[in-house]
């Protein structure tokens, strides 16, 4: 009897684990990757309805195309890198229109700690990386 109860415990462990680290970015497809994104910074930058409608979009797009550079990497880590500084450096020009420059230095603030912190695509789905949490 307690070794079920061990081994049920220890199944619910690893399964809390992987779902922990799914919800952290990785293993999500680039749409839920852009509207988890997309939440954090309408709670982040007090985005309007309006705003928050084109910064998804906007996050969509570029959550396709970082995952179509990491596909066409070829485990090359120094191409996917070049290829996602591009990317975000296209996302950040288009989130600029939309935001108001309070919110997107603010903006700019955030993705600069998940950067720190995570590294280009680390760790999460956050920033325009996809980097980590707030």
């Known amino acids: 009897m307690k070794i079920k109860i061990l081994t049920a415990a220890l199944l ?50 570029y959550a396709n195309k970082s995952k179509e550079a990491r596909s066409n990497s070829d485990g090359d880590r120094d191409k996917m890198k ?13 989130l600029k229109k939309v935001l108001t420059q309070e919110q997107y230095d603010r903006w700019q603030t955030i993705s600069s700690k998940q950067m720190k912190r995570y590294g280009p695509g680390g760790g999460g789905s956050y920033g325009p990386g996809g980097g980590g949490s707030k």
Do not use: F, W, Y
Request: cysteine-free; charged content about 25%; overall charge positive.
């Open 82 to 94: 070049a290829s996602m500084e591009t990317i975000r450096t296209e996302q950040n020009a288009e």
């Open 12 to 61: 619910l462990m690893v399964t809390a684990t992987a779902n922990a680290q799914k919800e952290g970015g990785r293993g999500m497809d680039p749409a839920q990757r852009a509207q988890q994104q997309t939440t954090m910074m309408t709670d982040s930058l007090s985005l309007s309805a309006k705003q928050a409608e084109k910064v998804k979009a906007i996050n969509l797009k």
